[in-house]
C-alpha cells in the first residue's frame, strides 16, 4: 500500500521511527511532470523530503526494515518483481508524470538497482550502493534482519544484484553509480568495488569521486542543490 501525504508527514515519521510505520508514501506537485523515487537506508528510515521539496517535484519515498535492505514482503509487492510493477500501475494512475528519476544511497542504492529489471524509470542515480548482500567485503555485517533474509528461500534469488541482472534482464536505460575513490580501513564497506561489479552492463556509468569512506559524498550531497538539480533531474 502507497499512501499520498505531504512533506511534513514523512518528516515527522522519519523522527518517530515505529516498526507499523507505512513502508511508502507519495507526496503529489501536480506542477511538476517529473517524479523522483527515493529509496531509505538500512537504518528503516525514509530519506528526507529536503531534496524533492527543493527540487518542487513528485516524490515517492520508499523504506525497508532494519537490515533487510528491501529483501522482504510489503503491502505493495511481495516480491521485487511485484514492488516494482505495482510502482510502474501508480505511477500510470497519475498521467501529469512523465520522467522518472529513481535514487537511493547505500541500502538505498542497492533498491534502485534491485527494482531496474521491472521498474519504468529514464534514470537511476545509486549513491555508494552495495551490490551483494549480506556481504561486506571488509567485514560481515549480521544482524537478526540479515539472518532472516538468508533463511528465506523466495529472496535468496535477489541477493546479488550482478545475478538480477542476468536473470531477468540487463537494465537499458542510464544508471549513473556514485563512489568514492578511497575506503577507510575501519569501514566494513567498499564502495569503489561494489559499484565496479556492475560496470559490465553498457547502461552503467561510474563515477568516482576524490572523497574517502561510506560516507565520503555526504558533503557534496548536503550542501548542494545544484548537485542534485545536475544529477537527478532528466
Not at 518528516?11 to 517529473?34: F, G, M, T
Not at 515517492?60 to 529483501?71: E, I, K, M, P, Q
Not at 549480506?134 to 550482478?162: A, K, Q, W
Not at 536505460?173 to 561494489?194: F, G, Q, V, W
Request: one cysteine or more; hydrophobic letters at 35%.
Amino acid at each position: 500500500m502507497i499512501i499520498q501525504a505531504n512533506s511534513k508527514f514523512v518528516n515527522s515519521i522519519r523522527k518517530s521511527q515505529q516498526l507499523d510505520d507505512p513502508h511508502a508514501i507519495y507526496v503529489e506537485n501536480k506542477e511538476s511532470s517529473h517524479l523522483l523515487i527515493m529509496f531509505g537506508y538500512r537504518y528503516g528510515k525514509f530519506t528526507s523530503p529536503r531534496t524533492a521539496d527543493n527540487l518542487k517535484v513528485n516524490a515517492l519515498y520508499f523504506r525497508c526494515n532494519y537490515g533487510t535492505y528491501y529483501l522482504e514482503p510489503y503491502a505493495h509487492g511481495a516480491t521485487p518483481k511485484e514492488v516494482a510493477e505495482n510502482i510502474n500501475k501508480f505511477v500510470e494512475e497519475r498521467p501529469h508524470i512523465k520522467t522518472i528519476t529513481v535514487t537511493g544511497s547505500s541500502a538505498g542504492g542497492f533498491a534502485a538497482l534491485l527494482y531496474s529489471p521491472w521498474l519504468k524509470y529514464d534514470k537511476i542515480v545509486a549513491y555508494v550502493p552495495q551490490t551483494i548482500f549480506p556481504h561486506f567485503s571488509g567485514r560481515p555485517v549480521i544482524t537478526p534482519m540479515h539472518d532472516n533474509v538468508m533463511c528465506s528461500d523466495e529472496f535468496l534469488e535477489y541477493v546479488d544484484i550482478v545475478e538480477v541482472w542476468k536473470k531477468y534482464g540487463m537494465p537499458k536505460n542510464k544508471i549513473i553509480l556514485r563512489a568514492p575513490a578511497r575506503y577507510i580501513e575501519s569501514e566494513y564497506h567498499r564502495d569503489l568495488e561494489e559499484a565496479q561489479r556492475l560496470t559490465f552492463c553498457p547502461a552503467v556509468e561510474l563515477i568516482v569521486h576524490d572523497a574517502e569512506g561510506h560516507k565520503g559524498l555526504d558533503p557534496i550531497l548536503n550542501d548542494s542543490i545544484h548537485e542534485y538539480e545536475q544529477s537527478l533531474l532528466v
